[in-house]
């Protein structure tokens, strides 16, 4: 036999990404992964990221711990404006790879 009650649930609140605006010029989207990386395209089927940002923390076997710097650039900013001037600083062109999965 089995046997069953119900009970009410409190309701909880949710984090959902609604937006994301460029730190330089103001472009603005609303896509994002599941895993809640802006995708600057807004196409399911293809992505555009931009990723700048640093990361500190601690690695133990049992936990881990981090702090997350970031800036949201589009990716015109990106191309336009970061990489001419980290050249003009003297680095040279960012690396590049292409990957298939």
Do not use: G
């Given at each position: 036999m089995i046997r069953t009650t119900k009970?009410?649930?409190?309701?909880h609140e949710v984090t959902e990404f609604v937006s994301c605006t460029c730190d330089l010029c103001g472009a603005?989207?609303?896509?994002?992964t599941s895993a809640g990386e802006v995708n600057w395209i807004g196409d399911p089927f293809n992505?555009?990221?931009v990723t700048v940002q640093q990361q500190k923390g601690t690695m133990?076997?049992?936990d881990n711990?981090?702090?997350v710097w970031s800036y949201h650039l589009c990716p015109t900013c990106y191309r336009d404006k970061l990489v001419p001037f980290l050249e003009s600083q003297g680095v040279g062109k960012p690396a590049f790879e292409e990957r298939e999965y």
């Open positions: 009970r009410t649930v409190p309701a603005k989207t609303t896509s994002f992505y555009h990221f133990y076997p049992s711990f981090s702090r």
